[in-house]
């Protein structure tokens, strides 16, 4: 894990070759201005030849409970993914953190994907597209099973489109039910090396 950066220096494109790097930055809480460089010694990814999803999802998942969309709300969905709920009291997405992630989507390399129940925002995720990995940075839910549909999509179309890594940062109980895993930050630099090899997939439409 690095140390604290100074805020001013951060731009879009220096956020780009951090990710390139193995590096994403998080904030200490939605209250602090300043950011600060993570680089795990274990990181998190879901290998999308690996990826489960349980018989019971699956079931929901046939019944088109949502509306699933892609970029439609992506502002919406960062800033419900920076809002404190009973299980998630605080969050690292700092004002820093969603003008550059707007920034970089409005250049076409972040991206979300959402649940919709009419026309009500209900869950979603976004993350960062380079090369052909996939960084995935939060997720929220507002309705059971929206984000875990969400995060299904989202490895539906990464495989769908030639994407080689999904990369999740760290894991939880949670991503664990649906294949993810830990590996060594030497093991996971060798799958990033080749992922940015690759020419910037499209993960949208344009």
Known sequence: ????????????????????????????????????????????????????????LAKRIRQRPFDIRVNTAFDRVMQLCAESTDDRPTTWINPLILTLYRELHRMGYTHSV?????????????????????????????????????????????????????????TTDHLKTFGAIDMPRRDYEKLLDAAMQSDDLEFADR
Do not use: N
């Open 1 to 56: 894990m690095a140390g604290m950066s100074d805020s001013r220096a951060i731009t879009p494109e220096v956020l780009l070759r951090a990710y390139a790097a193995g590096m994403f930055p998080m904030a200490e809480s939605a209250d602090d201005p300043e950011v600060f460089w993570v680089q795990p010694k274990i990181r998190g990814i879901i290998p999308l030849d690996g990826f489960h999803v349980s018989k019971s």
């Open 114 to 170: 959402e649940a919709w129940d009419g026309e009500e925002l209900v869950g979603g995720l976004y993350g960062v597209s380079l090369g052909s990995a996939f960084f995935g940075e939060s997720m929220f839910s507002r309705r059971t099973d929206a984000s875990k549909i969400c995060l299904v999509h989202l490895v539906e179309r990464l495989r769908a489109r030639g994407f080689s890594l999904l990369d999740t940062q760290f």
